[in-house]
């Protein structure tokens, strides 16, 4: 059975950075994509970043592209998200997910078949 467990989170100011971590086990991930997704208090859930973790090509959100980064370490099943520059607005619960299809769009929810429990990041201004 597919898991994965996020760690990292917590508060910082604006400005800061943090590192979310995503351990992923019972599966062969090789042929997987990795996404963060984030949700603040009363908005849906929105696409932040992804990684194809085969070939690790990556996918960001216009709103994050150039502070964040994700990331693989095949060694340790786990995927990274580095997140710098921290906006207030970056406040929300941050989910990680897996996905096997190779088709449709990355960024869609929909695709995603695991997801972990969530871990919150809030940034104060």
């Known amino acids: 059975q597919v898991q994965l467990v996020e760690s990292g989170g917590g508060l910082v100011q604006a400005g800061g950075s943090l590192r979310l971590s995503c351990a992923a086990s019972?599966?062969?991930?090789?042929?997987?994509?990795m996404g963060w997704f984030r949700q603040a208090p009363g908005k849906e859930r929105e696409f932040v970043a992804a990684?194809?973790?085969?070939?690790?090509?990556?996918y960001y959100a216009d709103s994050v592209k150039g502070r964040f980064t994700i990331s693989r370490d095949n060694a340790k099943n786990t995927v990274y998200l580095q997140m710098n520059s921290l906006k207030p607005e970056d406040t929300a619960v941050y989910c990680c997910?897996?996905?096997?299809?190779?088709?449709?769009?990355?960024?869609?929810?929909?695709?995603?078949?695991?997801w972990g429990q969530g871990s919150q990041v809030t940034v104060s201004s």
């Open positions: 997910a897996a996905r096997r299809a190779s088709v449709g769009a990355i960024h869609s929810p929909a695709k995603y078949d695991f």
């Open positions: 019972g599966g062969t991930f090789s042929t997987y994509a």
């Open positions: 990684i194809w973790w085969r070939i690790g090509s990556t």
